[in-house]
């Protein structure tokens, strides 16, 4: 069985940082590229970053230069972080975390996001 638990969302100041967590249960995640998403109120939801098996990186142009995506697949889940730095008022959205490769299937379930908040 799959599930996918995000955490360490919050309200903060623009210009502040977050580090978000996603732990991936199943070993079917070792083997694809994973990736973060996020969700504005009222907006689809949309990719933000990705990382392969080998580590290589990809970034929405929003987020490019202020956002770092790592995982670690030691042990019996996989763990992916999103560290967010500068984040700025557009970035407010609920933030999840899946693997775009398994979605395309169609039966891959979402975890329940993590809120992040920017605000003066």
């Known amino acids: 069985q799959v599930q996918l638990v995000e955490s360490g969302g919050s309200s903060v100041q623009p210009g502040g940082s977050l580090r978000l967590a996603c732990v991936a249960t199943g070993r079917i995640f070792k083997l694809h590229a994973m990736a973060w998403y996020r969700q504005a109120p009222g907006e689809q939801r949309d990719l933000v970053a990705r990382?392969?098996?080998?580590?290589?990186?990809?970034?929405a142009d929003s987020v490019k230069d202020r956002f770092t995506i790592s995982r670690d697949d030691a042990g019996s889940v996989t763990t992916v972080y999103l560290q967010m730095n500068n984040l700025r008022p557009e970035d407010t959205a609920v933030y999840y975390c899946n693997a775009p490769d398994l979605l395309r299937t169609g039966n891959m379930p979402w975890g329940q996001g993590t809120q992040v908040t920017v605000s003066s």
């Open positions: 990382i392969s098996i080998r580590d290589n990186r990809t970034y």
